[in-house]
């Protein structure tokens, strides 16, 4: 069974950092894209970032261009998103989410439970 | 690059049918056949519906279907269940090579 078990989030100061996890089983990681998709209160999904299955290629939404970077480590099937100069309209649950593909970000057909990030003073 | 276009809410009756449609651009639904429809209950993790436009993941409903015309993606739901009332998000594709939601579309039974 596919188990995604996202963590990390929390409450941080605006301009503040935070980096999630996501810890991967029941499929081959390295195999994958893997990425992170997230929703503000009231508001729709917003696909963030994806790396892909090798860890060499990273994709990003242009409103974390720059501030965010994610990243892979296969050998402990685990997910990162180090999350830098945060600001108040990046409070989201923030989603792990695995991609049916290898390079590019396109599908994901599974998701984690979800991480709160909230920044505020 | 803005979101794509769905209706905020539709509602029909059980048994019925229901098409929501998304809205995009050339840059994206319109230029590339990487339409996917994410259903998403309360509290539960969004799940795959519809990718490639039209592809029906293993295990979901043969009720889901997914078209696109020009710039216009749509789901259509056939025999409405009770279960079936949840946010629809579409998404697509671009040529940033990125992927860019629709804002929603609640579904009322």
């Known amino acids: 069974e596919v188990q995604l078990l996202d963590s990390g989030g929390g409450l941080v100061q605006p301009g503040g950092s935070l980096r999630l996890s996501c810890a991967a089983s029941?499929?081959?990681?390295?195999?994958?894209?893997m990425g992170w998709v997230r929703q503000a209160p009231g508001k729709g999904l917003e696909w963030v970032s994806t790396?892909?299955?090798?860890?060499?290629?990273?994709y990003y939404g242009d409103s974390v261009k720059g501030r965010f970077t994610i990243s892979r480590d296969n050998s402990k099937n685990t997910l990162y998103l180090q999350m830098n100069s945060l600001r108040a309209e990046d409070t989201a649950v923030y989603y792990c989410?695995?991609?049916?593909?290898?390079?590019?970000?396109?599908?994901?057909?599974?998701w984690g439970q979800g991480t709160l990030v909230t920044v505020s003073s | 690059q803005s979101a794509l276009t769905q209706p905020a809410s539709v509602s029909e009756s059980p048994g019925q049918s229901i098409t929501i449609s998304c809205t995009g651009t050339?840059?994206?639904?319109?230029?590339?056949?990487?339409v996917s429809w994410y259903q998403h209950h309360p509290d539960k993790a969004p799940k795959l519906m519809i990718y490639?436009?039209?592809i029906r993941p293993s295990g979901v409903s043969n009720r889901f279907s997914g078209s696109k015309s020009g710039n216009t993606a749509s789901l259509t739901i056939s025999g409405l269940q009770a279960d079936d009332e949840a946010d629809y998000f579409c998404?697509?594709?671009?040529?940033?090579?990125?992927?860019?939601f629709g804002g929603g579309t609640r579904l009322t039974v």
């Open positions: 490639d436009v039209n």
């Open positions: 998404s697509s594709s671009t040529s940033k090579t990125t992927v860019i």
């Open positions: 989410v695995k991609d049916t593909r290898q390079k590019l970000p396109q599908y994901f057909d599974y």
């Open positions: 029941g499929f081959t990681f390295s195999s994958y894209a």
């Open positions: 050339s840059s994206d639904i319109g230029g590339y056949n990487y």
């Open positions: 790396i892909d299955s090798s860890g060499s290629r990273m």
